[in-house]
């Protein structure tokens, strides 16, 4: 009894001291003095610990909770509650009070190898429960939640100590993307994927009967950031247009022989044409087309008419004899006649040393329908000689470390005739470019040499092969597959490594991996692209197999098409001294993965090379009025004093015609009026090639 009286005493001391009032905490009093307190665990504790208590016909227990350190220190003293009979549990007194060091006044830490990586904790304030705050972690770039779930951090009420969960890992680049596979493609593989230029670039090709549209589709993955960029480019579905238009809806065009399979082609990625061959007697380009991506046919366009059947051969006159040949012309030659919107005409063009004086000379015959009989109109132009001429090398000796002056590489522009002696072997154009010389056609006057060629010294120059690895599944770094822009400083080298046969080409332009290397630095920039294997047939990329066409400067190919279209063109210039005969050595490889045979091949020449004078086939070409010479032949439109005013066509169209045109020159007739399309011819030591290409009104 002296004991409980002496409890509490001290318990009802204590509370005085501490200005606790003694009224009992409803909602923590009472109960058996036997049980644990019932009042709520004090924060900054570990729960009522150190309990005391004595039975004398009543029961006085006194429970303590001892304050978490360092976290905590007891203000005044460490929470302590009384328990007595019959009133219970009474109100505990004394707290624990957070320290500088508690989970409350800081801030989650960031000292293991998945917290380092957050940059910033987003905390709130919480009442009750057993956090007193709560913590979400936000990851620096280049890092990602580990496990997917957001760093989180919890304070605890009662130990003061932070509870971090989860953390923050480094991205990478090093798998395939984290995106559905593009529809209509093979999927995403490990083995497409490469860096470039310091990008993780994975591709997914197109699967059989689909196509890239408008490339193959592709995602880059970020170094900085390791996120995958939104999938570029996708695969369309391909409709097949049959290799003949259907011959129900679209019979032969009259006065032809049909559509033939021989007679379609893949003239564009959106275009499958056939023209049907006119019969004997009947000109003119029956077309019809079908485009790939819906499959659909459309409607023939283009007739086969009637020519003036009474009109062959070269001009006669009314008594039946030949007429003479134009003064100062090459003569009459039916490879210069030809039927233009129903009208028979033959051209005697200028030989050299001539040039057209109103227009090449020429004769039109007509006949009436059905009838065997014809007439000659009466010879209109002529052929003037050449007073002024620029069309020999410059007058001066070699540039010092160059190949010479060559006629090959002479060229009439604006008015000038430029001549360009490139560099030997071991030297490079100066930074005042490539030895050079012009000759003023209107006065036949040269200008003094400009530029110079100095030694190739190595180290800094691009002469040579790039020293970097070629990439995978390529030919490597071969010297026909490089060439050169620009002068002085600003000049450039661009070589590409061509794909093998079953690989495709990624680079940026569209082509093989390259390699650029500055004049001005010496220095080659890092591999643009890459090869990839593809599902084409076996020569659908890649060059020839073949071996290169003696005295050619090898192989250089493109392809067009897709599907049961694709096709691999290769073509070999000659090297100076040679020419095509009967034209330039090329190869095809098509959709079966088979080459076909070289057609073509270089031959010497048994003297220089000569121009042509004239028209192409000697032909003013007035189409119906829809394409006229232009590029490389009329002048650009410029009329010289070295050149004449021509009226070939009478009011359908008016023409520029050089005197004559250098060996290699590709002219071309624009259409206009409507149509599209052009004619082409090449001019092949003193001969223009057969005319290609034609007008279409769609």
């Not at 624990?96 to 293991?112: A, F, L, Q, R, Y």
């Amino acid at each position: 009894m002296k004991l409980l009286a002496v409890l509490l005493l001290c318990g009802a001391a204590l509370a005085a001291a501490q200005g606790v009032p003694q009224a009992i905490d409803p909602a923590g009093t009472g109960g058996s003095c036997f049980q644990p307190p019932t009042c709520e665990t004090p924060p900054g504790t570990d729960g009522w610990q150190e309990c005391t208590y004595v039975y004398s016909g009543t029961t006085v227990r006194v429970c303590t909770a001892v304050c978490n350190k360092p976290y905590f220190t007891p203000q005044p003293n460490d929470p302590t509650v009384l328990c007595t009979n019959p009133e219970g549990w009474q109100t505990p007194v004394g707290s624990c009070v957070p320290t500088s060091s508690n989970c409350v006044n800081t801030e989650p830490p960031k000292n293991t190898p998945t917290t380092s990586s957050i940059g910033s904790w987003d905390c709130k304030t919480l009442t009750g429960g057993d956090y007193a705050k709560q913590c979400t972690g936000t990851c620096l770039s280049g890092y990602a939640p580990l496990q997917n779930e957001d760093p989180a951090a919890h304070c605890d009420r009662y130990t003061g100590k932070w509870q971090v969960t989860g953390g923050c890992v480094e991205k990478a680049c090093t798998s395939i993307p984290d995106l559905a596979n593009p529809t209509g493609s093979i999927g995403w593989d490990a083995s497409r994927c490469q860096s470039v230029a310091g990008v993780y670039v994975c591709t997914a090709p197109c699967r059989d009967g689909y196509r890239p549209s408008p490339s193959v589709p592709k995602s880059s993955c970020s170094p900085d950031t390791g996120d995958w960029s939104a999938v570029t480019g996708s695969c369309q579905k391909v409709v097949e247009c049959g290799s003949m238009p259907p011959p129900d809806s679209n019979p032969p065009p009259t006065n032809s022989n049909g559509f033939t399979q021989a007679g379609c082609a893949l003239m564009s990625p959106t275009s499958f044409e056939c023209v049907a061959e006119c019969k004997p007697g009947y000109f003119g380009e029956p077309t019809i087309s079908c485009n790939p991506a819906t499959g659909f046919w459309g409607s023939v366009t283009g007739t086969c008419r009637g020519s003036s059947s009474g009109c062959t051969g070269t001009p006669v006159s009314s008594s039946g004899n030949p007429l003479p040949d134009p003064s100062g012309s090459v003569g009459w030659n039916v490879q210069f006649c030809f039927t233009s919107s129903g009208l028979y005409t033959c051209q005697a063009p200028c030989e050299p040393g001539y040039e057209p004086e109103g227009s090449i000379p020429f004769s039109v015959c007509t006949s009436p329908p059905g009838s065997s009989t014809a007439s000659w109109s009466a010879v209109k132009g002529s052929c003037r000689k050449v007073q002024v001429s620029c069309s020999t090398t410059p007058p001066y000796s070699a540039p010092s470390n160059s190949i010479g002056w060559q006629q090959q590489y002479c060229r009439e522009v604006n008015q000038q005739y430029t001549c360009t002696a490139y560099c030997s072997t071991g030297y490079r154009q100066g930074s005042d470019g490539l030895p050079s010389a012009s000759c003023d056609i209107m006065t036949g006057q040269w200008t003094a040499v400009g530029g110079s060629c100095v030694p190739d010294n190595g180290g800094n120059s691009c002469s040579a092969l790039p020293p970097i690895d070629p990439p995978k599944n390529s030919l490597g770094w071969r010297k026909q597959a490089c060439y050169t822009t620009g002068f002085g400083p600003r000049a450039t080298t661009t070589c590409y490594a061509t794909c093998v046969n079953g690989c495709s080409g990624s680079g940026s332009n569209g082509y093989d991996p390259y390699t650029v290397c500055s004049w001005a630095t010496g220095e080659w920039s890092e591999v643009n692209g890459f090869c990839i294997p593809d599902d084409k047939g076996a020569c659908a990329s890649g060059y020839p197999t073949v071996p290169e066409p003696d005295n050619s400067c090898g192989w250089s190919c493109s392809t067009m098409g897709w599907g049961p279209y694709v096709q691999r063109v290769c073509t070999a210039s000659c090297k100076p001294g040679y020419y095509g005969f009967p034209c330039a050595p090329s190869i095809t490889c098509t959709g079966s993965g088979s080459w076909s045979g070289v057609k073509g091949a270089c031959v010497p020449y048994e003297k220089p090379a000569q121009p042509c004078w004239g028209y192409p086939g000697g032909k003013p070409t007035c189409h119906g009025g829809k394409a006229k010479w232009s590029s490389g032949c009329g002048g650009g439109g410029y009329c010289y004093k070295s050149r004449t005013y021509a009226k070939n066509c009478g009011s359908r169209c008016n023409l520029y015609c050089p005197s004559h045109v250098k060996h290699g020159t590709r002219c071309t007739a624009p259409c206009s009026g409507g149509a599209s399309g052009s004619f082409k011819a090449t001019c092949i030591n003193g001969q223009w090639s057969t005319i290609g290409g034609g007008c279409r009104v769609w």
